[in-house]
């Protein structure tokens, strides 16, 4: 007999052709599973999500979620993200009063360093004009009294080599002339004075200039916190969330690739009977049925865990 | 009846110099109207000047000028050096007139006050440059070229000039006519360094505006003479810190050569006559006399005719102050050594004397100038020359002008006078017209024991005394007598005049 005629034998032909037909179906089984592990399927009506789809669930839960903070005096520190370049940035604003008051001491800021750079030659010049006006009238008072007293003595037109007019004279012009110097000195050592005290002032006011802004950075820092453990919430629910998917996945994968396994067996050996004479001459139907059976059952259930999963 | 002559003794007669102010009836016979070339002498009667010696024989240098102001230089070491000037140069010497101007220093003007002052003689006259003398130096420069002086546009070209209190001081300039320089201490030609200075008192004046003109030193003070004011500081001796002691208004000085010290005072010429401060320590201020009380009207009627110089000089060796307006060629004579009830010094009157410069030397010598040269004041002739002696009583009316009065003699008693022709003159009821009796004094030269007892003359006791008794004629009610003599090299004192009158009857 030759061998087609052997093939075409009922006992040969029906056990070989089932059991191409379920290694075939196995096979196609294994190549379904790992496309549905990839991209997902739809189980009872749900779709399930693949690893792909897993993952890029995961992003999306890891991604940082933008957040704003208002503080009680209305200023506000927002973040965003840019959602074309994705660039992160954070925004502060300040309230209007804030913001007036911090442009106000930036203001005095700004005048206090411009006034601390300027020379100190025309407000020691001012100093001087203050001091002397001061003491210029009572100058005068004992410049009228010495001329009076000079008048009274006939000295009034008294010039000396040794002291130009006579020696009060002198002694007069000398300690107006030495209180003039100590108003100088007096006035370029206040002019110093002022120069540092507006560097001083400039530098206070434009830390307090800072001080709505410090304000609300540190109102931020509880939020910040919160923000921080939210995200550390959401990044182990997201990871939580992809093991778990993955592991129905690998189940689901484990126990299709087991059924696949199982089918390819049942063909095999179809196909092994189918190419085997039987000794007795004739082939035991029981078995076949039964392989096919088992098989059905497998999907039932992998169909059935991964419906659950998704409910 | 016969009247009994009265007799009138004029004793002493003129012995309190002239009055010119009072009434001639009214006045006192111890006055006179008239006493030229007159003195009085060392007895209180008025007497003949003394003459002038010339000494000087070259005079070469001063031309047919006058020397119109001298100074004796002494300094330290001794050294003695007559100087004057006149001319319209300096000069020096007695005997011999030497020109010491400086070379390239041109004089256009003679009105120099020169002054010692720490060894140097400073000349000074309104705007020129001062001119010093030293010994080292031996000649008359620029005070600008001495060591150290100032430039010589800072020296002050003023007409008066202090050697006081250390100082030269200086006044008088030309549009500066209210200051008072002073130099630096002991240098007389630094005026700009040291402790020299200024004073300008332009606001100090009393009446608010006056011109100085002469400068004077006394008991600490300095004494600044306006023409009609007088300012005077205490304490000149720092001038940085002298103040005004005293002013007085309406008081001021003629001329600056009209100023002299006669040791208590300071006598000056004002527009009034003659004044001295008369100072008492206690009242701490400064009286002032007018000394010139007789004469007045006099001297004012001098000080407006006068357009030359003023010259003074102090003697007290022959007890005068002697004032000479060398315009007029006048000069009074103020005897020093006493006032009259008015306060008046006694005065005399010297004229056409040709006196137009003194000096008293150190030795007392008073040096006088004119323009035969340097003379000493000495001898009884001027010159070679004699000069004419005149004394004139008031009117006398003998005690009732009521009365005729009958001139019958006159009896002069004359001190001196030897060989003197003298002129006896008298007139009445101030009538111009004089009545002359002349008689000639005999010999009167005195022998001295030792000198010319035995050879020339009869040994006496000094100068001799003669006394005349002429007969006088006419009648009036009241009497001028006059005496005048020319002395020609003997004194000649007035010791009194005896007129015997008869009283006639009321008119």
Known sequence: ?311 | MAQELKSINLVAPAFKGVNTEDSPLAQDPSFAEIADNAVIDKRGRIAARKGHTVVTTNKTVLGSDSIRSIKEFKDNAGNTKVFSVGNNKIISGTTTLADETPGSYTITADNWKMVNFNDKIYFFQRAYEPLVYDTTGGSVVKLSTVTGASAAGDIPKANEVLSAYGRLWCADIANEKSVVYWSDLLIGHDWTGGTSGSIDISKVWPDGYDEIVSLAAHNGMLIIFGKHSIVAYQGAEAPATMVLADTVAGVGCVDRDTVQYTGTDVLFLSHTGLKSFGRTIQEKSLPISSLSGNITKDIIAALQTENNFFRSVYSPEEGFYLLTFVGQDVTYCFDVRGTTENGSYRVTRWVSTGFTSYTRKEDGTLLIGTSKGISEYDGYQDDGSPYRFKYYSPSLTFGDSSRIKILKKLKPTLVGANNATVFLKWAYDFKSSYATAEFTVGDQITGFFGVSEFTAVEFTGGALTNQKSLNATGYGTSIVVGLEADIDGSQLSLQEINVMALIGKLL
């Open chain 1, 1 to 311: 007999m030759s061998l087609l005629d052997y093939l075409l034998q009922p006992e040969v032909a029906i056990p070989g052709f089932l059991g191409g037909l379920l290694t075939a179906e196995e096979y196609n089984r294994l190549s379904d599973i790992g496309e549905e592990a990839l991209v997902g399927t739809t189980v009872r009506g749900r779709e399930v999500p693949g690893a792909l789809d897993i993952a890029q669930m995961g992003l999306d839960q890891t991604q940082f979620r933008p957040f704003t903070v208002t503080t009680a005096t209305g200023g506000q520190f927002g973040t965003q993200i840019d959602p074309t370049t994705g660039q992160f940035t954070t925004t502060l604003g300040l309230s209007p009063q804030e913001q007036a008051m911090q442009q106000q001491l930036f203001g005095g800021a700004g005048q206090f360093f411009e006034q601390a750079q300027q020379p100190t030659t025309g407000r020691e010049q001012e100093i001087f004009e203050r001091l002397r006006a001061v003491q210029t009238p009572e100058e005068q008072r004992q410049r009228l009294a010495l001329e009076e007293r000079l008048a009274s003595q006939g000295r009034l037109g008294v010039q000396t080599a040794q002291f130009g007019g006579t020696p009060e004279q002198l002694a007069l012009a000398k300690a107006q002339e030495e209180a003039q110097n100590t108003a100088a000195v007096q006035a370029m050592q206040q002019a110093q004075v002022e120069q540092m005290q507006q560097a001083q002032l400039g530098q206070q006011y434009l830390g307090a200039s800072y001080l709505p802004q410090a304000q609300l950075l540190a109102a931020t820092q509880p939020s910040q916190q919160l923000a921080e453990f939210q995200s550390g919430l959401q990044q182990y629910g997201a990871g939580l969330f992809g093991e778990t998917a993955m592991s129905g996945l690998e189940q689901q994968l484990l126990m299709e690739r087991a059924r696949a396994n199982l089918l390819g067996q049942v063909g095999g050996r179809m196909l092994d009977k189918a190419f085997t004479v039987p000794e007795g001459g004739g082939s035991g139907g029981n078995i076949l049925e039964d392989i096919i059976g088992g098989a059905r059952g497998m999907f039932d259930n992998t169909r059935e865990f991964f419906g659950g999963l998704f409910d």
